[in-house]
């Protein structure tokens, strides 16, 4: 098992990775920075957005704006700072004019994501909206209205983790109705993370050895004796 500093050293690398990453030619002409994601490397809890806004690209940091605010007051509220927690985006570069993410572009970028969740091993990850919600439960049809507030356990990439699906803070900043039912669904992140961590998945067996049943063994060493008495050839080796 990895130490708290061996897995903060193999994030930084990760972050150096993406920082550089150019899989995505036109989010990578176009970005002023990577912003990769930012707070404690150990957290206990792990906020997962869509994309950079503009804010987000010039600072190279998730959740600067007004909603990045609101999630500020709202950690508040439960006796949390934003350094106690993890806050990252799927993607981690700006879509050009804050468009959607192109399915492209969220394969090309997942990886950064999983190993995010690999190496921070957080206990509750918190989708923020919609599009964050619905690719990590892997639903593209099952939306934030019905799931909001509704903790269950996931499989994401290597690891197992309470998925706690909320109201984007953006969408609460549009619709003021909404900020009673974020704040509620805030409330009840303290008793999640006192819960005990989800069971983590078998890592992958190694295949089995194959062991040649006697016939096997005959026919290989006929073969060996086949390929000892043929003259020796040249194979274009110089």
């Known amino acids: 098992m990895r130490s708290v500093e061996q897995r903060r050293d193999e994030l930084k690398a990760v972050y150096r990775e993406a920082s550089g990453c150019t899989r995505c030619p036109q989010l990578a002409a176009t970005r002023q920075t990577v912003a990769f994601g930012s707070g404690t490397a150990d957290a206990d809890l792990m906020f997962v957005g869509e994309a950079p806004g503009a804010n987000e690209d010039k600072q190279g940091v998730p ?3 007004q909603a990045g605010k609101l999630l500020d ?3 508040g509220e439960i006796g949390l700072t934003r350094a106690d927690v993890f806050v990252v985006n ?3 570069c700006r879509p050009p004019g804050n468009r959607d993410p192109l399915p492209q572009e969220i394969d090309n970028c997942q990886d950064y994501l999983f190993r995010q969740l690999e190496l921070i091993e957080p206990r509750v990850v918190c989708t923020l909206g919609n599009f964050a919600t619905k690719l990590l439960r892997k639903d593209p049809s099952t939306g934030i209205t019905k799931l ?3 903790e269950e356990e ?3 990439g290597p690891r197992a983790v309470r998925l706690y699906p909320i109201y984007h803070p953006a969408a609460a900043l549009y619709t ?6 974020l ?3 805030f409330s009840r992140l303290p008793e999640l993370l006192a819960l005990d961590p989800p069971a983590q998945p078998e890592p992958p067996r190694e295949p089995e050895p194959v062991v040649p049943v006697p016939e096997q063994v005959e026919e290989i060493e006929a073969a060996r004796v086949i390929e000892h008495e043929a003259p020796e050839t040249q194979l274009g080796l110089f």
């Open 176 to 181: 003021r109705s909404l900020l009673d039912t």
């Open 73 to 75: 007051q709202l950690l």
């Open 148 to 150: 909001h507030g509704r």
């Open 90 to 92: 799927v993607l981690k």
């Open 183 to 185: 704040r509620a669904d």
């Open 63 to 65: 959740f600067v704006g």
């Open 154 to 156: 996931r499989v994401i």
